[in-house]
């Protein structure tokens, strides 16, 4: 610190600050008029920020930056990730964490939380009353444009009473403090809120970044709310073990990580629309032991996209006939569609008087001031004082043809040619929009460089029915911003995230969170695998293998060296390999060069090179990550990040990072490594349940397809000895039975010996045989739980091959035969498709 910043910082404190404190908050300097979370207006920290501070005070910068790189790295091997979307289907961005909490204590929060559940109970009588007998439009209290013109509002969904009785399941608030510490509402959520799961998240990073700190200071946990809101939809489905699904857009949506972290954590089924269908009025999903009931849905679509039949219908998105389930009463929605229609800025210039009229209470926590502009003598006064306001859509959507988005505009900030056209839309098209009262966000600390800043900051916080009643999360999603204006607070502009702390006087009490053993009943069944999910699975295990098969080939190409030759009428050895490469699209043509080959199918954009290979294989897994441990969405991701997509106008050799053939070979292994750490991963981890199985069997359908490819190419005769020789013991090489054929054969490698071992010899985990033991398997098992409407031809196809390859003679494998046995292998493959990943239809009852 310098003379002239310690002077300044003696000036500001007047000795209030701990002396081993000086050096993290020397340039801590909150904007005047703004609430600090930190310190108050004379400079004094706030008593419940001091045990964290001095914490990372005595830690010493390169202890805290170790600190915090350990939570950044929970996040990054858990895989927690978000979309932004700069660019067509947008791209995935680490979860950006601020290292520092949000320290509230006990009794600050309690009155925060109160006025949460009360504006829960507020929307949830509002939406009722919207959808029934709209008592609040005909007395007055809400204009009717407000509520008509609102494309939230669903008039398919009017009269229909939401199975189980509530609109609300989930609510969230975005708040932020006023210049005098109380609490503003910025936005509510109703929809479909999100930050549930990057919350928990967030916490895990933290406590165990900073374990005795988080123990010391008795943080209140966050688990009992998720109980609380599972044990809500399981109570109100009326089933002692309700099916419950998370309805998500897709892997392609920015917070779907969010969506499978929930599924999985919540012990909910993760579904697409085109999972689910509607029969007899009652929601169902596909899945491989056929059609499953569904309970409940958590909704994390837009409602407008739920039924194409009554609402959007270009929606690919949502389920036909969803509506008509829930009139049936069949179904419950987490929210219910229609909630929307409560986001709606203008409804902010409202709801005090909505409150008194529905629930005959006082607003607690007031909305930034707002005034809807549909009124035309409010109207003028917006116009008049634009400068000193805010103007944003009145229903919170991006106006069409890029009016304004849904951020709206601040006057202030307009150009004299803007202006005019704001105030022109304002006065042709005024029900649209809201003047509202820009909000000055108050600050919280972040720790950047070794020292601490304020940073604008607003706090979402939930709140969940449960069976007794709303219940608040003792912590939220708070995100932080560089810049002070509200309508810039959004992880798609680059803000960051930070964890919420609640301390309490006493420890918090830890039994809630364990269930009563006499309440839990031993089960040993597993959720229903969704066909989509099977399909993605299966998938997901061929493109794996293919990815090993290539590595495999270029490993025999750049391990070949330099050829002495075959005749010229002959193929080069090198050649072979690479004819079975372009075959599968990894190159353009065979070709003798060997390097030149390998570039191309480690580094091109080719359809069957590797990056394009690994990339379908990491899309494919991103659609089952509910379904992957973090371990092995790890290993992918890192497997993947090997063979990253040529950059434009990069040469191959650039893009690969070819060098030296050792090189080459070095990453070759390393990869071939990873792929088998992945393989174990599913192997030692995954529940023997019909994912794995799905897994595994795309596994082997494709690792049997490729070693009868290879068999088929690499033994063609030849009038060259020493071809024959070098082609069979490369095949050796690929199919990993060096060590099988040395044990049992004296001689080098022979034709009809190298055909047994890597085509028939089911002891040889390489093997065809062996692997279509283990389909013949799988299916067997899966068959005694799949649909019994149809005959099971994956079964009988794969019990007819096993049995053909246990009696042929191998004196008579000749290419013929491969091919034979190529094809029955896509044969199995498509009758598998066929019997359970396209989604067999409900039985008639």
């Known amino acids: 610190m310098t003379p002239t910043d310690q002077l300044e910082f003696e000036m500001r404190f007047d000795g209030s600050v701990r002396p081993d404190l000086v050096p993290l908050i020397a340039g801590y300097r909150p904007q005047s008029g703004v609430y600090d979370e930190l310190v108050d207006a004379s400079g004094r920290m706030r008593p419940h920020w001091e045990p964290l501070i001095g914490q990372i005070a005595e830690y010493g910068p390169e202890a805290t930056a170790r600190i915090f790189e350990a939570a950044d790295r929970h996040l990054r091997d858990a895989g927690v990730v978000y979309r932004v979307y700069d660019g067509p289907g947008g791209a995935e961005r680490p979860w950006p964490l601020s290292h520092l ?465 075959p005749s010229d009428d002959e193929e080069a050895p090198s050649e072979r390999l690479s004819g079975i490469l372009a075959s599968w699209g990894a190159i353009p043509f065979a070709t003798t060069e060997p390097r030149e080959a390998a570039a191309e199918a480690l580094g091109s954009e080719l359809v069957g090179a590797m990056p394009v290979v690994l990339g379908q294989a990491y899309r494919t897994a991103s659609a089952v990550r509910d379904r992957l441990s973090p371990d092995a969405w790890r290993a992918l991701g890192e497997l993947a990040a090997r063979f990253p997509p040529a950059r434009p106008g990069a040469g191959r050799d650039e893009t690969v990072g070819v060098g030296r053939t050792a090189d080459m070979s070095t990453r070759i292994e390393a990869a071939l490594s990873a792929i088998s750490a992945l393989a174990g991963l599913a192997h030692e981890n995954m529940n023997r349940a019909g994912g794995w199985r799905f897994l595994d069997l795309g596994t082997r359908v494709e690792r049997a397809i490729a070693v009868a490819r290879f068999a088929r190419r690499m033994a063609q005769p030849s009038s060259e000895p020493s071809l024959v020789l070098s082609s069979l013991d490369r095949l050796l090489d690929m199919t990993d039975a060096q060590t099988a054929y040395r044990a049992r054969y004296l001689t080098g490698p022979a034709l009809r010996p190298v055909l047994d071992l890597v085509l028939l010899d089911a002891s040889h985990p390489r093997s065809v045989a062996f692997q279509v033991e283990r389909i013949v398997g799988h299916l067997d098992k899966l068959g005694e739980r799949g649909p019994q409407a149809h005959p099971d031809v994956a079964r009988t196809r794969s019990h007819r091959l096993c049995e053909r390859l246990r009696r042929i003679d191998v004196s008579r494998l000749g290419e013929e035969a491969i091919v034979e046995t190529e094809a029955a292998l896509m044969a199995i493959s498509d009758a598998i498709t066929e019997r359970y990943l396209a989604g067999p239809p409900p039985a008639e009852d």
């Open 101 to 565: 909490p949000l320290v509230m204590p006990l009794g600050e929060w309690n009155g925060l939380a109160s006025g949460i559940i009360q504006r829960a109970r507020l929307y949830e009588a509002l939406l009722g009353d919207l959808y029934s007998e709209a008592s609040v439009v005909k007395e007055g209290l809400l204009p009717a444009a407000l509520v008509a013109g609102n494309r939230e509002y669903l008039r398919p969904l009017i009269g229909v009473r939401p199975t189980g009785g509530a609109h609300l399941h989930l609510y969230a608030a975005d708040v932020s403090r006023g210049p005098d510490g109380r609490w503003w509402v910025l936005n509510d959520r109703t929809q479909a809120p999100s930050g549930l799961g990057y919350a928990i998240e967030n916490r895990i990073a933290l406590s165990r970044a900073l374990p005795d700190l988080f123990r010391g200071l008795n943080v209140d946990r966050l688990a009992a709310f998720y109980q609380h809101f599972r044990a809500s939809l399981a109570q109100l489905s009326g089933r002692p073990d309700p099916r419950i699904a998370v309805l998500t857009p897709g892997p392609l949506n920015e917070t779907y990580f969010e969506h499978a972290y929930l599924a999985r954590s919540m012990g909910f089924l993760l579904v697409e629309g085109g999972d689910l269908t509607v029969h007899r009025d009652a929601v169902y999903v596909r899945t491989v032991d056929g059609a499953q009931r569904i309970d409940a849905i958590v909704r994390r679509i837009d409602a407008d996209f739920a039924d194409p039949l009554e609402l959007n219908t270009a929606s690919r998105l949502g389920v036909p006939g969803l509506i008509e389930a829930i009139r049936a009463g069949n179904v419950i929605l987490a929210n219910a569609l229609g909630s929307g229609v409560a986001e709606a800025p203008a409804l902010g210039a409202y709801l005090p008087g909505l409150a008194r009229r529905l629930i005959g209470e006082e607003l607690r926590l007031p909305n930034l001031a707002t005034w809807w502009c549909g009124d035309p003598a409010v109207r003028a006064e917006v116009i008049a004082h634009l400068s000193e306001l805010a103007v944003l859509p009145a229903f919170g959507r991006t106006l069409s043809n890029g009016q304004m988005e849904h951020s709206g505009v601040v006057g202030a900030g307009l150009s004299s040619p803007e202006r005019l056209r704001l105030i022109a839309m304002l006065e042709t098209r005024g029900l649209d929009f809201v003047g509202q009262m820009p909000a000055k966000l108050a600050t919280t600390p972040v720790y950047e460089r070794g020292r601490l800043q304020p940073r604008p900051y607003a706090l979402r916080v939930f709140a969940a029915r449960g069976p007794s009643g709303w219940t608040v999360l003792p912590g939220g999603l708070c995100r932080i911003s560089e810049r002070p204006d509200a309508r810039q607070l959004s992880m798609q502009r680059g803000g960051r995230s930070a964890d919420v702390w609640v301390t309490c006087d006493r420890p918090p009490d830890m039994s809630i969170l364990v269930p009563n053993p006499e309440d839990v009943e031993v089960s040993r069944e597993t959720s229903p695998l969704p066909s989509r999910a099977a399909d993605n699975l299966f998938w997901l295990g061929r493109y794996l293998e293919r990815a090993d098969a290539i590595l495999r080939l270029v490993r025999g190409l750049v391990g070949w060296g330099s050829e002495s030759g």
